[in-house]
C-alpha cells in the first residue's frame, strides 16, 4: 500500500510539472519516401501534453494507407 500511495503522489507531481498526457503517433520503423503507410509500421506512445505540436498525428487511421511525403526514421514522430 506504501508503494501505490508513493507512486501515486509521484503521478500527481508530474501531472501538475508536465501537464495532462496525449497520445501520439510514431514510426515504428524506418518508411521510406514515397511508400505506403501500413498500420504495423506505426505505434501510439502516450506523452505529454505541453510537448506536443499541433501538427501531431494523434490517430494512426488519418494516416493509414497514405503516402509518406517525407522518409520516416524509426522512433520519429508523425506529423500532418
Do not use: C
Amino acid at each position: 500500500f506504501l508503494i501505490y500511495s508513493y507512486s501515486q503522489e509521484k503521478k500527481a507531481e508530474y501531472d501538475k510539472m508536465f501537464g495532462a498526457k496525449k497520445t501520439i503517433v510514431k514510426a515504428k520503423e524506418d518508411i521510406p519516401e514515397m511508400s505506403t503507410i501500413y498500420d504495423t509500421m506505426l505505434e501510439t506512445v502516450e506523452v505529454p501534453a505541453n510537448y506536443v505540436y499541433p501538427d501531431t498525428v494523434a490517430i494512426p487511421d488519418e494516416i493509414i494507407g497514405h503516402v509518406a511525403a517525407v522518409p520516416l526514421k524509426k522512433g520519429q514522430i508523425v506529423m500532418k
